[in-house]
Each structure stands twice: as structure tokens, then as C-alpha cells.
């Protein structure tokens, strides 16, 4: 069942580097235990385990494809395949569905095959690489940003924020916009709707003046472009007036989508900047200009570190940086409240919401799409992991819908909405959930024990096995303890009325 904790985790194939043309898979002459993996780390257990064989082909293998891998002997893949058939299968109480006629849904009223677009960056910048993501299972991309400027992209330009297995939690980048002439993208446009006529194009676009947001506009849509993206939102411009300075301002929001909406028929979107205290009053001013719909959240103006030898923050260009853009996995939070806003704000009511930020699993997709996405867009994921994740972006999600019996992907949009307050003042106060030691699975470390201490009310102690014993008079039920255990062995338990 879905939503049933996995025993299966990202720790126990810590060392796996998700490899290109995996030795495992050239090893191993009945699965692919390549894709297996991958199923494993981007949350999609259920789907890997009912995609293996009836019968486990790992009983008695020697497993030459952990003596194969580029680490050879440090990733138990024979022990996880195990697993998948012992604690995963027995609990598959839905079928893979035969099709993906649940994933179907539209943006602003097109058709997409599936609710999953790469976002305007690098990762969807060339003719081949829009094509190649098509071949994947992509239902659409939003092309680098068009412009009429000269673009000249500094060297490096990426840093990033690691996790212990080496994974990108959090990404910088200071690129800028599409460093092809506007005639060269027009030509890709061309070729892509020739050649993928069922797959959406979203032109994101930059101007410098209305004339120019308006003729950007028309091209776009001449071109072949389904819909229009206005970057109010990169944090990388060298030139100031441009980027997320227009996002900051409503009123310029508002002109400027006028501009662009006047020029074409095709819908537009507004791209917001997350560099503000709040989104929804350029929402408002974009839905005023005429917009259909609004993407968020754009990066997020950061710095990701100092170099403590040469004193200069990441990444280095010849001695000096700069402020830049912030995704990844890490920035999921703050996106997540940012769609939340604009899809409870009833000014708003009626836009599409085309949601990015953080997103790598399917789990993180319908997070946004329960929130009020009705598209996911993204970048940083594919840039680590490439376009083959949307194997298990689409698979996970198709068997989700199945599951909870839904009958396509707008059923579940905004379905976390009414749960979701913005100021912590509507919360219960009278109860206390205490947790629940699972002291077969505690292994005695103590790090319960340690931040209950040092960090929280000290209602923890360990007998003379090592293992934790509550204190329920001291006990506030904050969960601390159950979010530091290495073992998962801490859990909500019973509740008390506090008073």
C-alpha cells in the first residue's frame, strides 16, 4: 500500500552512483538492476518490485553485478532486490496500471500527456536536447529563455551544497538566458513542432521594453510555441530593470504581461521571483496584465559558500562571484509555500499554477500538485540525475492515482489546501503526541537521549540495554527524537490531553 513507510531507503544504497550504462546491468542476464536502483532512490519501490519476475532471481546468484559495480562490493544489490520481494511485494495491493490515461491533464486548457515539463534552463536549451527528453516520456519543455541580448556566460558558473552520499541537496547557478540568436530558436521551435507535434512547447521569453515582450510574443507563437512564459524572475542579470528587479514590482508585472498577452493569442504565464516577502501581489498583477496562469517559484538569490583559503564565495571566476540562483531539493519548503499562497488567494482563482522548486521524486511532484500545481516543471534534478528520472516520475505517480482511486491528475490538485493555514494561531494546543520506541529496531546510540537533552525537554533516558525510556511528565511531544533517529526506530505514539 501506498503510503505504508518504506523499509527500503536512499541509506541503504548509499554508495550507488546511479550509473551510466551501469556494469550491474551488462552483469546480470535476467533484470535491469540499474533501473531497480534508480526505483529505489526516487521513491518508487512498489513499481521496481512488481516489475521484477515472479520467482527472485537473486536466490542462490552469487551476485556478479556487485562485483561488477564501479564500487565493486559496496553496494548490496542482491540484499535490496531481497528486500523489494520480502517487505515490499507483499504489501503491493494495486496492479501497475496498463496505461498512463491517469497522468493525462492540460495546461490552461492544451493537452499534456502527462503533468511532468522540463523548466526554462540549460537542461532544455538545444533542438537535441528538447527531442531527447520527448524520447523519454517528457509531456512538454519550457525552452531557455529568448532574448535580444548578448549573452556571455561566466566560467564556472555552478556550485552546490552536497549531503553525505555526495547527492546536490542545494544548487547555485549564475547562468543567465539562451545565448542562441532569437532567429536560431525560432528554428528550433519549428523543427520540435514538426517533429513532436503532440508534445507542448512553452516559449519563455525576456524583454527589454513593451515592444519588445510583445514581439518576443508574436515570434514565439508564429514559431510553433504553445504557450508563453514571461521571466519575471532570474536573479542573474547584469543588466539591472531586467529579470527578478520586474518581478519585485507589480506594476511592471502587470505592463508587461499586457504587452506580451496583447501581441499573441496564445496563453501566457507569469514566472514570479521568490525574492519577495510575499507572491501573491505580482500574481495579481499578472492575472490584471491578462495572464492565464502563473509558474513559480523561480531560483532564489543566495550564496552557497566561502572559500575559507582565497575568501571568495562559489563559484570562483577569476578571483571574484556573485549573488545567484538557489534550487534543488533544498529550496522544496519555501516552493511549496509559495504555491500554497497563490492557490489559496481567491484573486488568483481560476490561473493555472505551474509549480517547480526542489522537485526530484513523483512523492515531491503530487506534494506540489496536492498544494495547488497543475503542472510540475523541473531543472535541477534532471541536471543531476539527467531525463531518464521521468521513468519514475510518471510510473510512480500513474500507480498513485490508481491506488487511492482517482480518476485523473486534477482530482488531487488542491486537495491539501484546507489543511493549510499560513499563521500557526488555528493549530490544536491541547493534546500531546508522545512517541513510540520500536526497541527491536534501536540500536542503542543514544541520539535520542542526546537531543532530548541538549535541544529539547529532556524526557528521554536509556536503560541499562541502551534503550530509551519517556519521561511522560516532561515529555511535550515536539518529535525531535523520532526526526533524528538513524533507525527509524522512533514513531507517533499515543496521544494525552494535555490540559
Not at 245 to 261: M, N, S
Amino acid at each position: 500500500m501506498i503510503g505504508k513507510e518504506s523499509e527500503i531507503v536512499r541509506a541503504d544504497m548509499i554508495r550507488c552512483t546511479l550509473c551510466d550504462d551501469a556494469p550491474c546491468d551488462r552483469a546480470c542476464e535476467i533484470i535491469d538492476p540499474a533501473k531497480i536502483l534508480r526505483s529505489i532512490w526516487f521513491k518508487n519501490e512498489q513499481t521496481a518490485a512488481q516489475s521484477l519476475p515472479k520467482e527472485n532471481p537473486c536466490t542462490g546468484c552469487t551476485a556478479p553485478c556487485e562485483h561488477d559495480c564501479v564500487r565493486a562490493g559496496e553496494v548490496p544489490v542482491k540484499k535490496l532486490i531481497d528486500r523489494l520481494y520480502s517487505e515490499i511485494r507483499p504489501h503491493c495491493e494495486t496492479q501497475i496500471p496498463d496505461d498512463e490515461d491517469l497522468l493525462k491533464c492540460d495546461l490552461c486548457g492544451i493537452p499534456l500527456e502527462n503533468p511532468f515539463l522540463l523548466s526554462s534552463s540549460v537542461v532544455a536549451s538545444t533542438y537535441d536536447m528538447c527531442a531527447r527528453a520527448f524520447e523519454a516520456g517528457w509531456a512538454g519543455v519550457c525552452f531557455k529563455t529568448i532574448c535580444s541580448l548578448d549573452i556571455h556566460e561566466a566560467s564556472p558558473r555552478f556550485s552546490a551544497i552536497t549531503g553525505n552520499d555526495g547527492s546536490i541537496v542545494g544548487f547555485k547557478n549564475i547562468e543567465q538566458l539562451s545565448d542562441h540568436s532569437v532567429a536560431e530558436n525560432m528554428e528550433i521551435f519549428r523543427r520540435l513542432k514538426a517533429n513532436y507535434p503532440g508534445k507542448f512547447i512553452l516559449a519563455s521569453i525576456m524583454g527589454q521594453n513593451e515592444k519588445e515582450w510583445g514581439e518576443l510574443a508574436r515570434l514565439c507563437e508564429e514559431n510553433g510555441a504553445d504557450a508563453v512564459e514571461l521571466n519575471f524572475s532570474c536573479p542573474n542579470m547584469a543588466e539591472g530593470g531586467l529579470g527578478s528587479d520586474i518581478g519585485q514590482v507589480p506594476e511592471l508585472v502587470e505592463r508587461f504581461t499586457r504587452a506580451a498577452k496583447n501581441a499573441c493569442s496564445i496563453p501566457v504565464l507569469a514566472k514570479l521571483t521568490p525574492n519577495v516577502a510575499a507572491m501573491s501581489p505580482a500574481g495579481e498583477a499578472a492575472k490584471r496584465g491578462g495572464a492565464d496562469g502563473i509558474a513559480a517559484i523561480n531560483t532564489i538569490k543566495s550564496v552557497t559558500g566561502v572559500n575559507i583559503h582565497t575568501f571568495v564565495a562559489a563559484p570562483a571566476v577569476h578571483g571574484h562571484s556573485a549573488v545567484g540562483g538557489y534550487s534543488g531539493n533544498a529550496v522544496k519548503p519555501i516552493a511549496l509555500r509559495f504555491i500554497s499562497e497563490l492557490a489559496q488567494n481567491p484573486e488568483l482563482s481560476g490561473m493555472h499554477l505551474s509549480a517547480m522548486g526542489g522537485i526530484e521524486t513523483w512523492q515531491d511532484a503530487l506534494e506540489f500538485l496536492l498544494l495547488g500545481g497543475g503542472s510540475i516543471q523541473i531543472t535541477t534534478a534532471v541536471m543531476q540525475y539527467g531525463y531518464r528520472i521521468i521513468d519514475d516520475l510518471k510510473s510512480g505517480l500513474n500507480l498513485y492515482l490508481k491506488e487511492k482511486g482517482f480518476s485523473g491528475v486534477k482530482d488531487v490538485i488542491g486537495q491539501g489546501l484546507d489543511t493549510l493555514s499560513d499563521t500557526t494561531d488555528t493549530l490544536e494546543r491541547d493534546t500531546v503526541l508522545f512517541p513510540k520506541f520500536d526497541t527491536e529496531r534501536c540500536i542503542g546510540c543514544g541520539r535520542c537521549r542526546i537531543s532530548c537533552d541538549d535541544g529539547g525537554h529532556q524526557a528521554i533516558r536509556l536503560d541499562e540495554n541502551r534503550k530509551p525510556v519517556l519521561n511522560g511528565k516532561k515529555c511535550v511531544g515536539c518529535h525531535l527524537c523520532v526526526l533524528v533517529c538513524p533507525e527509524r526506530a522512533i514513531t507517533p505514539g499515543k496521544k494525552r490531553i494535555s490540559r
